[in-house]
């Protein structure tokens, strides 16, 4: 819906819009049939509209409210506070990601609401027992009743997920999903085989299966723990030439070559592999300079 001209024909939504707006506005009960629209009633409606528009792109954190799906949970006011966190916790990291200039383009699905998946394959997990425990929860399996069979779920769920945040404001952690999936592995092989991480069932409701990972061990594997970190890090390229793979292409042994003599590798290990060395000059792979 947006504004309406009030020199055009109004469409039956615009006159219950404009009779509701009457009604909400005066705080008084009218019927119908006494109702009439005027220019004036219009031009404030669509200020209002205007209004609330600005105030809702400047604050979306608190504006933005999940959809209840209405599906058969216990509607508790913990429940409801954790979905309202939840949800706040994705807004804030899709700004801070929008903040370093790349947005994620969030999926919808067929009714047009929000999934939490998005084009660029970030999974946003906020989990509030990490401040209290320690430790991140990792979920790979879940059901929605104790009565229902389990399904696959979180990392084991098949999608373009490439990446994982998890945790709150205070404090998350970035990951490639292939290394949760492969703790999930060495788990399942030997379940004590992995310090720092072990299966745990969730008691409350029976509804999910899932490891955890303990904060030294998140530390160690992450890709980082801040967003513009993490993006730094997957964005950098490497540049190999000769025998050489470089940090930057204002490295000082390539900054003169021309760029079809260069081969560009998102991953270092990439480079590696094709045979390349890496640069030994000091400053070829210290972060204080953007790539050139
Ligand atoms: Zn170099």
């Not at 959809?67 to 309202?84: A, C, I, P």
């Not at 379940?191 to 409350?204: A, I, L, M, N, S």
Request: proline fraction near 2%.
């Amino acid at each position: 819906m947006g504004e309406i001209n009030p020199r055009d024909k109004l469409s039956s939504e615009d006159y219950l819009y404009l009779y509701w707006f009457e009604k909400f506005t005066d705080g008084v009960e009218i019927e119908y049939e006494n109702f009439q629209p005027t220019e004036s009633m219009i031009n404030r409606f669509n200020a209002y509209i205007q209004e609330w528009n600005k105030r809702f792109a400047s604050d979306r954190i608190h504006y933005e409210k999940p959809v209840d799906w209405d599906v058969n949970r216990q509607k508790t006011g913990y429940f409801k506070d954790k979905l309202q966190v939840g949800h706040e916790f994705e807004i804030w990291v899709e700004e801070q990601f929008m903040a370093e200039g790349i947005e994620l383009k969030n999926y919808l699905d067929e009714k047009g609401q929000y999934t939490g998946e998005n084009e660029f394959g970030l999974e946003i997990k906020h989990d509030t027992k990490l401040a209290e425990t320690g430790n991140l929860y990792i979920e790979y399996e879940e059901r929605l009743k104790r009565e229902n069979k389990w399904v696959r779920s979180g990392i084991l769920k098949d999608d373009n997920t490439k990446y994982w945040i998890i945790g709150s404001f205070d404090e998350y952690y970035l990951f490639n999903k292939s290394d949760l999936c492969n703790i999930y592995a060495k788990l399942l092989k030997t379940p004590h085989g992995y310090p720092g991480c072990r299966f745990v069932r969730e008691k409350g409701n029976g509804t999910s299966k899932g490891f955890i990972i303990n904060r030294d061990i998140a530390s160690s594997i992450c890709i980082s723990n801040t967003i513009n970190d993490f993006i730094n890090k997957i964005s950098k390229k490497y540049f190999a030439n000769g025998y050489y793979y470089h940090g930057k292409r204002s490295c000082k042994y390539i900054v003169n070559k021309s760029d079809d003599s260069i081969t560009i590798f998102d991953d270092e290990n990439e480079a590696k592999q094709a045979g390349y060395k890496k640069c030994t000059a000091d400053d070829c792979f210290s972060e204080n300079e953007k790539n050139g």
